[in-house]
């Protein structure tokens, strides 16, 4: 069964900290997302990693960075959080070939104060 | 581009009543296309993909590529239908395959 765990739940953070934003999956999947998720705007792709090391702007990468160390972990990192990214957050992974299903995390609710 | 249309934002219908959800997309290539699930605090998930061409709790989605559509549909809608639903295509972009969700329509299905 895939696994996909994002290290928080709930996250309050306040104006101007450095977040990070964890996540693992177990099935040695290839592809990492990281999106975040609003009311009337649906899922919106940040960054994506193919491999290790490396990673691909999505359609909104603006105050975002990531990094893959490993394989199985993708971190977003809020470089100065800012109350415009209060939102939920969804990581997913899915394996490198065509008409792959992706597999979701639970979801970070992120709250800038 | 790839792009994801969702025109409704929220679809209410009565249980028994039949359902559409529509997803228009647009994409230079051949697409591939995927419905997803949020139940109520629940975690995304797969529902369909097009290539399956299979029925998914009572769900079916044909690729009518004429239309560029990929409607969700099912003939008697039951109350636990009732969830987040997001259109998805998945395609090539600058060499990798990127996926693209709509802005997801709420099914409420009334009692």
Same mark, same amino acid.
């Given at each position: 069964d895939v696994?996909?765990? $994002?290290s928080s739940r709930y996250l309050v953070k306040r104006t101007g900290e450095k977040v990070f934003l964890e996540c693992v $999956?177990?099935?040695d999947h290839e592809n990492m997302f990281w999106y975040r998720q609003d009311p009337g705007l649906g899922l919106r792709l940040i960054y994506f990693s193919?491999?290790?090391k490396m990673k691909e702007k999505g359609d909104i990468p603006e105050g975002y960075s990531v990094s893959r160390e490993k394989k199985e972990r993708f971190s977003l990192i809020l470089e100065s959080a800012s109350t415009n990214q209060t939102s939920m957050y969804l990581c997913a992974s899915s394996l490198a070939r065509v008409n792959t299903e992706a597999f979701f995390g639970q979801g970070t609710r992120l709250t800038v104060v | 581009a790839q792009r994801v249309t969702q025109p409704e934002k929220l679809l209410s219908v009565f249980k028994g009543a039949p359902v559409e959800l529509k997803c228009n997309y647009s994409y230079s290539g051949s697409p591939e296309l995927f419905w997803y699930v949020q139940y109520s605090r629940q975690r995304l998930q797969l #529902? @369909?993909?097009h290539i399956s061409r299979e029925s998914i709790k009572g769900f079916t989605a044909d690729l009518n590529k004429g239309e560029t559509?990929?409607? #969700?549909k099912k003939p008697f809608a039951q109350e636990e239908d009732s969830a987040m639903y997001y259109?998805? @295509?998945s395609g090539r972009s600058g060499g990798y395959q990127k996926v693209t969700f709509g802005t997801g329509t709420k099914l409420q299905v009334i009692p």
């Open positions: 696994k996909v765990t $994002q $999956q177990d099935m193919y491999d290790v | #529902l @369909l993909r559509s990929f409607h #969700l259109c998805a @295509l």
